[in-house]
């Protein structure tokens, strides 16, 4: 598999990050990274099992990559060197391409190992001896073979029960021997390796496993003598082994699947990127893949063509679907000066385009890398399963030891098969890999599922952290508003147009530069005359002359300045001001003859959104700059009780530090403008998107598109993770605390029952893929 990056960090380190192949549990995971984090020159390694991924910083003076990925292979597992300066896309293409060809070479050795197991059972039916037939009172897949298949195969091939049994086990041994070199040679070389690195993980336990009742039978086929002279049945186990390796491999391949489906999301964006680019270039339509586009080149896309970069257009008018992207199920009509994001689709028009930002810094470039990013980090809470892990298979391996001795001091009738088969057993049924993939396959399909939404949740921790939050805060510009003023109203005096009003105070703030000026202008549209002797006047308003009239815009003060009687809209400014919005009075050669009411609009979500926060038990607060009166009315329009009025950005900072102290956990919600401190400093920074503009660097949760709602999802969403994370750990643990005991014979003297090794094998596939299963459902729970 082919991939990784590789790039500069600060202090002379390098930062690698390369494909690792054929990790199976968190113990194989701990090996690979243990081994790394050992390499001469490696400040700091981690490796993540559901991503196969190995990113280590390193002291390039002091070793290479081309070692480290040596080193890697010298454990037994693979590894490939980064290609250099490849894209997040592309990379995240070949690695799909490359598990798809690892889940179908899994398959089809899982369908083979099963089968030759259960050829290798009919094979060893002439041999079942009373020892045999002993052991199938307790175990239930012996007893099924010796009630049904024996019957009918003395019926159908009475032949097979005349061939000599030395020679049904040479042909057992022959056949075993082919099949654990093709299909179960991977698990003994890398059991050996981890040996010659003194440590142990799920390799190690199906090697001693199947290799302990292979190398039984096989001693029992070579030298049968022995056997006999010591009075021991030659009882051979063949099937039993190759059956226990077509498990192991069919529960490897069923986790491969549902792995495929956790990191689902980082499939489907790597899809969106069109080969192909339709370029002008010497004002031709040319094809160019998409490597060669150059920012500033002008793209043509057609109706139901993929975007294929990030870029402005320049003429005509479609509808885009940026739903993959944004979560917007609604498509986004597109016109002259609109923002397109590469990997959406152009529904039914065309467009005419330039190209801003290509390569590494379009829109799709950067999700897909902070979403692989998310995926590859880690929960906190992966700690404990770590901590549980790193001991899991030595004492598995004492277990084991333990078993047999146990059989032959206090049940030595029972004999030595049934004591090497009850720590077989043990050794099968005991799962890692459950307790690996507990919380990382949470993570994955969590942060992707967040990304089908429109949310990026930059890792483990933010995910985490989201989920112990109680208080959210908002700053209101931006989130709980749109973020730019509009007008709202016009009130005029008896006899004067509307429009006539907008249109004087437009033409005139047409050539200012504040906030406000920008929803005059959006009202009034085009075909403003041209104003003359413009004048801003500081914290007042503006003045000049419209087609022969002398116009002020501006304040109340403005027009006591300039003798501009007040009276008359009087109430209608004060109405304004209860309902948080901004009275620009406008006058006309001396006389007031209207207000224009401006205000930033609440979003039509944002009642609806604090309402589901409360229902969750948050405590909701809103900070802004505004006087005391426009915030409290601005809060009472969304449901909001508690709002902090006219702070300054440092204020902002200071409020959340309070809440802190009071031993909150703040969820700081803004749009990254004038808020990065306040962000930083609380326990989750969230960024949300501010109109077409997208900070995807910003905060640890990026909100992709600027609805409040999206707020209470991440929160829904945090919290479901970490349910499915907390009952993964449970359910491996309460497997493993329950399964080993059985495994091991504690039920048969009170109950005789006993556990196969068979079946062993096949609930320890179950286990591990029953944990990736559940992580799945969070890519189908209903959030908020």
């Known amino acids: 598999m082919a991939g990784g990056t590789a790039e500069k960090q600060q202090e002379g380190l390098e930062r690698v990050s390369f494909p690792v192949t054929g990790m199976t549990c968190a113990a194989c995971q701990a090996f690979v990274q243990k081994t790394l984090g050992a390499e ?120 097979l029960f005349a061939l000599s049994p030395q020679i049904l086990r040479w042909s057992l041994l022959v056949l075993s021997v082919a099949i654990i070199a093709w299909s179960g040679r991977r698990f003994y070389v890398k059991a050996w390796s981890a040996l ?87 004002g031709a339509q040319v094809d160019v893949p998409l490597e060669e586009i150059r920012a500033g080149e002008t793209i043509i896309v057609r109706p139901g063509e993929r975007v294929p970069a990030d870029g402005e257009v320049i003429a005509g008018h479609s509808s885009v679907d940026e739903s993959m992207l944004t979560g917007e199920a609604m498509p986004v009509e597109k016109n002259a000066g609109s923002r397109l994001m590469g990997g959406t689709m152009n529904q039914r028009g065309v467009l005419r385009y330039r190209a801003t930002t290509v390569g590494a810094e379009s829109t799709l470039e950067q999700i897909v890398r902070l979403l692989r990013e998310a995926q590859g980090s880690r929960a906190p809470i992966q700690n404990l399963a770590d901590r549980m892990s790193a001991i899991f298979v030595p004492a598995v391996l004492g277990i084991a030891v333990v078993t047999l001795l146990a059989w032959r001091i206090f049940d030595p009738a029972a004999g030595a098969a049934q004591a090497v088969a009850a720590a077989v057993a043990v050794l099968v049924i005991a799962c890692p890999c459950a307790m690996g993939l507990a919380v990382p396959t949470a993570v994955m399909v969590a942060t992707g599922r967040g990304a089908g939404e429109g949310l990026l949740i930059k890792g483990g921790a933010p995910l985490e952290r989201l989920a112990k939050v109680d208080t959210v805060v908002f700053d209101k510009t931006g989130t709980l508003t749109q973020g730019r003023p509009e007008v709202v109203e016009i009130v005029t005096v008896i006899g004067t147009n509307q429009d006539e009003v907008l249109r004087m105070a437009a033409s005139l703030e047409r050539a200012s530069e504040h906030p ?202 945090s919290r479901s993770a970490m349910r499915v994370m907390r009952q993964n750990l449970f359910w491996a643990l309460i497997f493993n605390a329950v399964g080993i005991p059985v495994a091991a014979g504690v039920l048969y003297p009170a109950f005789g029952i006993l556990l196969s090794p068979v079946l062993a094998s096949a609930a320890m596939a179950v286990s591990s893929f029953s944990v990736v299963m559940n992580s799945v459902r969070l890519s189908r729970m209903r959030l908020g």
């Open 196 to 282: 010659l690195h003194r440590a142990a993980d799920m390799n190690t336990l199906v090697a001693l496993g199947t290799g302990t009742a292979f190398l039984y039978s096989a001693a029992a086929t070579v030298v049968p003598q022995w056997f006999l002279s010591h009075g021991v049945a030659l009882d051979v186990y063949y099937e039993a082994g190759l059956l226990i390796l077509g498990f192991v491999l069919t529960g490897n391949t069923l986790e491969a699947r549902a792995k495929g489906q956790a990191v689902a999301a980082l499939h489907r964006l790597a899809a969106l990127r069109p080969a192909t680019a339709r370029v002008v270039r010497d």
């Open 516 to 717: 406000l000026a920008g929803a005059l202008l959006r009202r009034a549209g085009e075909g403003m005359p041209e104003a003359e002797h413009f004048e801003a006047l500081t914290g007042l308003g503006v003045r000049g002359m419209v087609e022969g009239h002398a116009v002020l815009v501006g304040s109340r003060t403005l027009m006591e300045q300039y003798s501009v009687s007040t009276a008359e809209l009087a109430d209608v400014a004060d109405d304004a001001a209860h309902a948080g919005q901004t009275a620009l009075w406008v006058s006309v050669d001396g006389l007031a003859k209207g207000i224009v009411a401006v205000a930033d609009t609440i979003k039509p979500d944002a009642a609806a959104a604090v309402a589901g926060l409360r229902a969750l038990g948050l405590r909701v607060v809103m900070l802004t700059g505004d006087n005391e009166r426009t915030a409290q009315a601005m809060a009472h329009a969304v449901g909001l009780s508690e709002v902090i009025a006219g702070v300054l950005p440092e204020g902002k900072v200071e409020a959340v530090r309070k809440l802190r102290g009071e031993r909150r956990v703040v969820a700081m919600v803004g749009d990254g403008v004038n808020d990065a401190p306040a962000l930083a400093l609380a326990d989750v920074g969230v960024t949300m998107a501010s109109g077409s503009d997208v900070a995807l660097e910003a905060g640890e949760v990026t909100l992709m598109r600027s609805d409040v709602h999206s707020v209470t999802t991440a929160l829904a969403l």
């Open 40 to 159: 001469r020159g490696v400040r700091e390694a981690t490796v993540n099992l559901m991503l196969h991924q190995a990113t280590v910083s390193f002291d390039p003076s002091a070793t290479s990559i081309a070692a480290l990925v040596e080193k890697v292979r010298s454990t037994g597992y693979g590894a490939e060197m980064p290609i250099a300066d490849a894209s997040a896309v592309s990379t995240q293409e070949r690695e799909d391409k490359a598990q798809a060809a690892e889940y179908r070479a899994l398959r089809r050795k899982a369908v083979v190992t099963v089968a030759a197991g259960a050829v290798a059972m009919l094979l060893s039916m002439p041999l079942m001896t009373a020892g045999h037939t002993s052991h199938a009172a307790h175990d239930p897949v012996l007893g099924w073979a010796m009630r049904f298949v024996d019957p009918v195969l003395h019926s159908i091939a009475p032949w």
